[in-house]
Nanobody, 113 residues
Framework: VQLVESGGGLVQPGGSLRLSCAASGFTFSRYNMRWYRQAPGKQRELVAHINVLDSRKIYGDSVKGRFTISRDNGKATVYLQMNMLKPEDTAVYYC???????WGQGTQVTVSS
């Protein structure tokens, strides 16, 4: 049972990144998925959530209108498209299955000029 994030990196303010999270070892299409982030010295916060049944999406207030969560059940992958990035988006980003409480290892996103 595993989640593996990828796609992080260094980007300038106003830029974009797309994170991916590949799942294995469980039936991905049956579970809701989430992205969280944790900045240095701060608590982990929910960034986005996507339902498995109706694809309903929920976003944290700080990313609404800039980030988009999506999923491809055929590829067992959840994505986070991040646009108009700000320095305050700098954090380690994690994907998660809330029901099974499985976490990935995280991918670093740094927004800096």
């Amino acid at each position: 049972v595993q989640l593996v994030e990828s796609g992080g990196g260094l980007v300038q303010p106003g830029g974009s990144l797309r994170l991916s999270c590949a799942a294995s070892g469980f039936t991905f299409s049956r579970y809701n998925m989430r992205w969280y982030r944790q900045a240095p010295g701060k608590q982990r916060e929910l960034v986005a959530h996507i339902n498995v049944l109706d694809s309903r999406k929920i976003y944290g207030d700080s990313v609404k209108g800039r980030f988009t969560i999506s999923r491809d059940n055929g590829k067992a992958t959840v994505y986070l498209q991040m646009n108009m990035l700000k320095p305050e988006d700098t954090a380690v980003y994690y994907c998660n299955t809330p029901t099974l409480n499985i976490w990935g290892q995280g991918t670093q996103v740094t927004v800096s000029s």
